[in-house]
Nanobody, 116 residues
Framework: QVQLVESGGGLVQTGGSLRLSCAIT????????MGWYRQAPGKQRELVAS???????KYGDPAKGRFTVFRDNDKNTVSLQMTNLEAEDTGVYYC??????????WGQGTQVTVSS
């Protein structure tokens, strides 16, 4: 059974940095795409950043220039380094793995709160 386990969320001041990590267990194959989404209160879930198995990277508009996604196929992990955080970055961050026809899987979410 595929499981995504996230860590690294928390409370940070405006302008600070956080690193989120996600480890996939129970999978014999590499996901086609791994990445991060976020959901702020009252808003839809949106893409933050993703990486394909051959390391093509994609960033959502809020992440461009401030966040960096790292993927490690050997360890089956994906991380998100977030810098210069703003109050608008507050939300629940979800790890996501897309196995194509094998299905999509989500982590349980980790809270990121940016305070001024």
């Amino acid at each position: 059974q595929v499981q995504l386990v996230e860590s690294g969320g928390g409370l940070v001041q405006t302008g600070g940095s956080l690193r989120l990590s996600c480890a996939i267990t129970g999978s014999m194959f590499d996901p086609e795409v791994m990445g991060w989404y976020r959901q702020a209160p009252g808003k839809q879930r949106e893409l933050v950043a993703s990486a394909t198995v051959d390391f093509r990277l994609k960033y959502g508009d809020p992440a461009k220039g401030r966040f960096t996604v790292f993927r490690d196929n050997d360890k089956n992990t994906v991380s998100l380094q977030m810098t210069n955080l703003e109050a608008e970055d507050t939300g629940v961050y979800y790890c996501h793995a897309d196995y194509g026809i094998g299905g999509n899987f989500w982590g349980q979410g980790t809270q990121v709160t940016v305070s001024s």
